[in-house]
């Protein structure tokens, strides 16, 4: 039996240490992970032989700190996570100090290096007391991590900055005590390629401090950024109530919304959070769901009704079961889907992956031949500025971050719509898909039966007095609107339900039939007609009918302008489905299809060239949404739905689709530009630096240029705008 285990890692400082970690946990038995550097995760599978503790310690003798995912279930993980929070932005503050002062200290150095004007007498002395700690304090990090990865016959991102600086560092030190470049009045005019002339006379102090300090900024936005990502996925979980009003022995008790038990009935007062999923046990109120759904109208809710955790009590005192509780809640199962895909890798994040795994090694060789070719052609001072550029300006930090960086913001920025992406994979189906299809009941229309029409209101009286003894949905729509327009209904005695053909009762004397049309009767109605007898005479009829969402028009505007071909399918009479059809704008109608056969329709239109989108929210949709190519589940469907789809929608608004179509596209995009832009710039700037036309500062920022490139373009994604508040 295999099990999953999450493990936060730290101590990571590029896609390469992410691969390294990979690597070793996937060389152990029982065992396939996943590392992913953006979000600092480790996704493992593993066999019931393999704990958390083994794993943990294959991550240290790495050279890496490993801790286990806490379970946001329990009121320990919400500690750890706060603590977490605390250890996150020590980390952030630690950062941007080491960044700031270096790039202070460093302004001087680059001022000096670049205007000979500034250049007075012994300057290089001054000059080397400002990069001393600059290199040594500010590029620690890359040197103990260079020194760990040494230790385990690797190399990453930090090596290529460590050698270099430290190369142009220990050279400018041998300049200026064993060469000329101490002497007073020395001069050292600045170039935008490598340098030239006499070796010995040549410091190098400008490239070790700048490229030292303008990494540590690239890595300090980097990780700023990283972190503002994944608030998103923090803000989800921040959510959740932290103490609820339990009822125990009939008083209310508080205490910690992570010792609620399946069961349990607890109190919600107006302007407190629903602690957990549950059922309404007494009281009435109107529910505020905007933080979940994106839906700003509250939802009534009364005694029997389901409500869900994190949403607010605007008005009433509720009392409420708990249905489920800690992992089970439909918050935490968002949190998890959020946190599953933003963990998983996309097929092109693998492939920049295995490039970056070699692509250190390969530099490093790359650099020692142009030191070599340099010695024959331009002399040390040429080779050894273009050796060190080779190693700064190739790191290969943009392209590991191109993909994750944008999966985490768009799934992030998804999830505040309340729409939660499976995976990565996901993405690449949302370009291909050109059909859409779309059960109707609950998905185009409400899913909940009207009254459209009645003869007048003595008949719909009578009708919805029977019918109020019967639970069948057009009963129950008949009986609440017989009740609305007419007030109390009558009471009804003799109540006989007769299957396939009505009710019969007895109401104030007389014996009152509701049924199925008489075969002398017809109705041209594209909806439910019932007809109305008393004492054995038809005196009326009554018409029922699942009316249309009011956004489902304005969606299937919008998937055409995507390109798509909307087409409804229903188990409902043609009549029906045509004038649903008719009322949204879809042309093409699969109807009188029973719940089985709605997997061979999807079948029938992929064998037709189609690559299909199905969205739905019944248990008879599951086999078509796990069969479409992207299935695609209302949340207020059922569960059996939801697990067979590759995308959920926690609002049943049809126009949330259109919102997840577009913004997973828009994702996609985002991480071709990024992975276009960072295999561009390591193509173009090699070269470059090999051929001495990079000077080593110029390279150190160029180099924290392509990283924080990448980054912000996947933070555009977080100003996604929805149709829904836009249209």
């Excluded at 050292?188 to 030292?212: Q, R, W």
Aim: charged share 20%; glycine share 8%; aromatic share 4%.
């Amino acid at each position: 039996m295999s099990n999953l285990i999450n493990l936060d890692i730290q101590g990571m400082t590029c896609t390469a240490c992410a691969n390294r970690i990979e690597k070793k946990l996937n060389r152990v038995d029982g065992v396939e992970a996943s590392v992913n550097f953006a979000t600092e995760k480790a996704q493992v599978t593993v066999t019931d032989e393999v704990s958390a503790d083994d794993l943990i310690s294959v991550v240290e003798k790495t050279g890496y700190n490993a801790s286990p995912v806490p379970d946001p279930s329990d009121q320990a993980a919400e500690d750890e996570e706060t603590t977490s929070g605390t250890s996150d932005h020590d980390e952030l503050d630690t950062m941007r100090q080491r960044a700031f002062i270096s790039i202070a200290l460093a302004v001087p150095v680059i001022a000096l290096a670049m205007i000979p004007a500034l250049q007075f007498t012994n300057w290089q002395w001054l000059s080397l007391t400002l990069t001393a700690p600059i290199v040594v304090w500010g590029g620690y990090p890359f040197h103990r991590s260079a020194a760990i990865n040494a230790r385990n016959g690797a190399a990453n991102m930090d090596t290529l900055v460590s050698m270099g600086t430290l190369a142009a560092f220990l050279w400018s030190l041998y300049a200026l005590f064993f060469g000329t470049a101490g002497e007073p009045g020395m001069s050292h005019p600045f170039s935008l390629t490598a340098g030239s002339g006499d070796a010995a006379g040549n410091i190098y102090l400008e490239a070790a401090a700048g490229v030292t300090a303008f990494v540590l900024l690239g890595k300090f936005l980097e990780h700023r950024s990283k972190k503002q990502a994944g608030a998103a996925l923090r803000a989800l979980m921040e959510l959740g109530a932290k103490d609820v009003a339990v009822l125990r022995g009939g008083s209310e008790v508080r205490i910690p919304v992570g010792q609620l038990t399946v069961g349990d009935e607890f109190v919600v007062r107006p302007g407190e959070k629903i602690a957990t999923d549950g059922t309404v046990v007494a009281g009435a109120s109107a529910v505020d769901e905007s933080m979940l759904t994106g839906e700003s109208v509250p939802v009534e809710v009364t005694e029997g009704s389901t409500v869900t955790g994190a949403t607010v009590n605007t008005s009433g005192r509720l009392t409420v079961r708990a249905t489920n509780v800690g992992a089970d809640t439909q918050l935490a199962q968002m949190a998890k889907m959020v946190e599953d895909a933003q963990a998983s890798k996309a097929s092109a994040q693998r492939l920049a992956d295995k490039i970056s795994g070699v692509f250190v090694p390969l530099v490093i060789l790359l650099a020692i031949a142009t030191l070599i070719a340099w010695l024959f052609v331009g002399g040390m001072g040429h080779a050894f500025g273009a050796a060190v550029a080779v190693l700064v300006i190739a790191c290969p930090c943009a392209l590991g971050l191109a993909t994750p960086m944008a999966l985490m913001t768009g799934t992030g920025r998804a999830a505040k719509e309340g729409i939660l992406i499976s995976g990565p994979e996901v993405l690449e189906q949302t370009r291909r898909v050109d059909t859409i299809v779309l059960d109707k009941t609950g998905t185009v229309t409400t899913g909940t039966m009207t009254v459209v029409d009645y003869t007048d209101a003595e008949v719909l009286r009578l009708a919805g007095a029977v019918e109020n003894a019967s639970e069948h949905p057009i009963a129950t729509a008949i009986a609440r609107t017989a009740a609305d327009k007419t007030g109390q209904l009558p009471e009804v005695v003799d109540f006989v339900n007769e299957p396939g053909e009505g009710v019969v009762g007895t109401v104030e004397n007389k014996r009152v039939a509701v049924g199925r049309l008489s075969d002398s009767a017809s109705a041209d109605s594209p909806h439910t007609v019932v007809e109305v007898r008393v004492d054995g005479e038809v005196v009326g009829t009554v018409a029922v009918a699942d009316t249309v969402k009011p956004t489902s028009t304005r969606a299937i505007s919008h998937f055409r302008e995507m390109g798509l071909r909307p087409v409804l399918l229903t188990g409902d009479s043609a009549q029906v489905a045509d004038s649903v059809a008719r009322d949204v704008g879809i042309d093409d109608v699969i109807s009188e299809v029973r719940p089985a056969d709605k997997l061979s329709e999807i079948e029938r239109l992929q064998k037709e060239g189609a690559t299909v989108a199905m969205v739905g929210d019944g248990v008879n949709d599951a086999a078509a949404l796990a069969q479409a190519d992207l299935g695609i589940a209302m949340g207020t469907g059922t569960d059996v739905a939801i697990a067979a789809s590759d995308m959920t929608l926690v609002r049943g608004d049809l126009l949330v689709t259109v919102d997840a179509l577009a913004l997973s596209r828009r994702t996609l995009r985002n991480i071709k530009q990024n992975l276009g832009w960072a295999f561009g710039y390591n193509t173009l700037a090699l070269p470059l630096a090999a051929f001495g036309l990079l000077n080593p500062m110029i390279a150190g920022v160029a180099m924290a240029f392509s990283s924080v490139s990448v980054v912000t373009n996947a933070q555009r994604l977080r100003h996604f705008k929805s149709v829904i508040n836009n249209s």
